[in-house]
């Protein structure tokens, strides 16, 4: 494993923040347009959504989309919505660095659960998570409307 550089985390708000995430999301979100891109993350962060980075010498290396929410079966928690590492840039420990900011921010926050939805090919992504502690605890089923 190669030696992790000084990593900086910020919370992404303004316009240059969300672009310059971009690169990084769209390895996991390939269906997403770098012109619709910032428009689309503002549209979302009016709903709740939180887009957090991890810098390393001034460039995004890592991105997590979050929200908090509750809800009756969990009570207060954070919900991910993406979580990424530029390919370039894993096993570095990044993808460490910032879970371990969203588990702190979810704390700081009252949330009694940090949860995730991870699409069933990315055996990479379910061995990070069983690292990190989570467990696998129900499937998700979808509906989809064509």
Known sequence: MTKTMKSQIDLAQSAAAIAACFPVLVQLRPQLQTDHFVAQVQRLMQQGLQLVSLSVQGQVVSVAGFRIYENLFHGRFMYVDDLVTADAARSQGYG?????????????????????????QRFAAHRFYLREGMEIRGHHFSLLFK
């Open 96 to 120: 460490k660095q910032l879970f371990a900011w969203l588990v702190a921010h979810a704390r700081d926050n009252a949330c009694t659960s940090l949860e995730l939805d991870s699409g069933v």
